[in-house]
């Protein structure tokens, strides 16, 4: 059984930041990439920012310059520090975690957290 929690979210006024964590517990044989999502009231879950088991990093361009996503491996923990926040990065933000597994880790399967909220407001 894996398990992957978010923590982190809040309320935050414009320009502010926050630091969002994605942690997974339980039987995880290798984690590949790791992506956060989000969505807002009303919208289709979209993708943040995801980072590769080798740290190469892609950012939507909404967040481009303003987000960075990071992973400790070794604690199976991937970070997303958002600066400069709007208004419109207020939702629900959800990671989800890849993992390689079966036969010489030749399948992948995923998983997803329950999501922490972020309230951009002033």
């Known amino acids: 059984q894996v398990h992957v929690v978010e923590s982190g979210g809040g309320l935050v006024q414009p320009g502010g930041s926050l630091r969002l964590s994605c942690a997974a517990s339980?039987?995880?044989?290798?984690?590949?990439?790791v992506a956060w999502y989000r969505q807002a009231p009303g919208n289709e879950r979209e993708l943040v920012a995801d980072i590769t088991d080798d740290g190469i990093t892609t950012y939507a361009d909404f967040v481009k310059g303003r987000f960075t996503i990071s992973r400790d491996n070794a604690k199976k923990i991937v970070y997303l520090q958002m600066n400069s926040l709007k208004p419109e990065d207020t939702g629900v933000y959800y990671c989800n975690l890849e993992e390689y597994y079966g036969p010489a880790y030749s399948r992948t399967r995923d998983y997803w957290g329950q999501g922490t909220h972020v309230t951009v407001s002033s």
């Open positions: 339980g039987n995880i044989t290798m984690i590949n990439t």
